[in-house]
């Protein structure tokens, strides 16, 4: 059966480091939801399109602080991704298989995407509240057999709060 394995990261940098060793060892349905939360161009400059993140060209707010997740374009590309502006919570990139999800429920904002994803409210509003503190949130599914391997990669790139749901 499959879980879902969840943590935030202060620097997004080693998100990415993180997001770079899962794939590298075969995990493909990871996902990352960071917010800018006005630390790059501000939020006046916020482009909602999908920007062709694939191709690398990575421009808008809402990347600004992700810009630096080293997993490179191509893992970008392969996670899936798309900037978004959510009410309440600001421009947010959202990689991976929760970038539809979010996509689909901006009335209802992160946390209801998250719960949606299978993440009890009460820790999905608690993710939420740290992407709109410019956070770095990644969820990925893994195998029951695979948590407690995941939990430490995240931990070991010095991820916060990891729990597994």
Known sequence: MDKKVIGYFEDSNKAGEAANELKQKGFREISILGNDNGKSQGKKG????????????????????LAGLGIGTGALGALGA??????????????????????????????????????????????ESKIKE????????????QTDAVASILRNYDAKDVRVH
């Open 134 to 145: 410019g956070k770095t949130v990644m969820i990925l599914k893994a195998n029951e057999d």
């Open 82 to 127: 798309a900037a978004l502006a959510i009410p309440g919570v600001g421009p947010i990139l959202a990689m991976g298989p929760l970038a539809a999800i979010i996509g689909g429920a901006v009335t209802g904002g992160i946390a209801g995407a998250l719960v949606d994803y299978g993440i009890p409210k009460e820790r999905s509003d608690f993710y």
């Open 46 to 65: 916020m482009n909602t399109d999908n920007q062709g993140l694939s191709g690398g060209t990575m421009t808008g707010s809402a990347i600004g602080g």
